[in-house]
Nanobody
Framework: VQLQASGGGLVQAGGSLRLSCAASKRTSGPYTMAWFRQAPGKEREFVAAIRCCGTITVYADSVKGRFTISRNNAKATVYLQMNSLKPEDTAGYYC????????????????????WGQGTQVTVSS
């Protein structure tokens, strides 16, 4: 599975962006898709995940209430709607996927996702 992320850019604090991540092919069974981010000098951190078929979503506490993850299974695409952006949201955002229904307690672990996109940069100015 190849993942192509897009939608990053420069936005002022309080603004919004919508990231997209398209998979190269549909997987045959239930699968999980997620977003992670990494700021310069920091470790990669979990942002949000969604399990097939959109009934289970998990968010990092830092983005809860501001970001929304969703998916279009027909297009094999996952989205991350980011509202009320803050300068601390500045990072490279990476989509990830797994060809399995990852259990709830492991959704935040990057080790559970074998497929990764190339990343898209989000910069929030103050």
């Amino acid at each position: 599975v190849q993942l192509q992320a897009s939608g990053g850019g420069l936005v002022q604090a309080g603004g919004s962006l919508r990231l997209s991540c398209a998979a190269s092919k549909r997987t045959s069974g239930p699968y999980t898709m997620a977003w992670f981010r990494q700021a310069p000098g920091k470790e990669r951190e979990f942002v949000a995940a969604i399990r097939c078929c959109g009934t289970i979503t998990v968010y990092a506490d830092s983005v809860k209430g501001r970001f929304t993850i969703s998916r279009n299974n027909a297009k094999a695409t996952v989205y991350l709607q980011m509202n009320s952006l803050k300068p601390e949201d500045t990072a490279g955002y990476y989509c990830a996927a797994a060809e399995s229904a990852i259990i709830l307690s492991s959704l935040r672990s990057s080790n559970m996702y074998p497929y990764w996109g190339q990343g898209t940069q989000v910069t929030v100015s103050s």
